[in-house]
């Protein structure tokens, strides 16, 4: 499962040998992200692999976690509420992605007038 975060992104999945453990393999692209949810985590670094940062954390502080993540949602917007400019670019090319799956596309009934705040552009030029 991936998790966008305000400030990180964690691809979240059961480890090969043990798929109903009591840990779960959080994995990141970035230096610091899972640190930054996980303080006691110890995260590897794994150039082989397709996640470079990866660590076994129990199943129970990944949900604790998400769900305080879920409680703190104080923004009504979330690519707005991403400060990082990498991060935000990332999220906003995901969001277009996305938006291409949906049967009309977003905003479609505005009648031609655009939601600025909305679009999915690099952080400040929205």
Not at 24 to 30: G, H, K, T, Y
Not at 61 to 80: H, P
């Amino acid at each position: 499962m991936w998790f966008c975060l305000n400030n990180g992104f964690l691809s979240v999945v059961a480890p090969a040998d043990n798929l109903e453990g009591e840990f779960l393999l959080v994995r990141a692209r970035r230096q610091g992200d899972i640190e930054r949810y996980f303080p006691g985590a110890k995260v590897e670094r794994r150039p082989e692999r397709d996640y470079l940062f990866r660590a076994l954390v129990p199943r129970e502080e990944v949900a604790a976690v998400i769900a305080a993540e879920i409680a703190g949602i104080n923004y009504n917007n979330f690519k707005n509420s991403v400060c990082d400019d990498r991060l935000h670019g990332a999220y906003s090319r995901v969001w277009s992605t996305m938006a291409a799956l949906q049967p009309t596309p977003p905003y479609s009934g505005t009648r031609g007038r655009r939601r600025p705040a909305q679009l999915a552009f690099p952080k400040g030029t929205e």
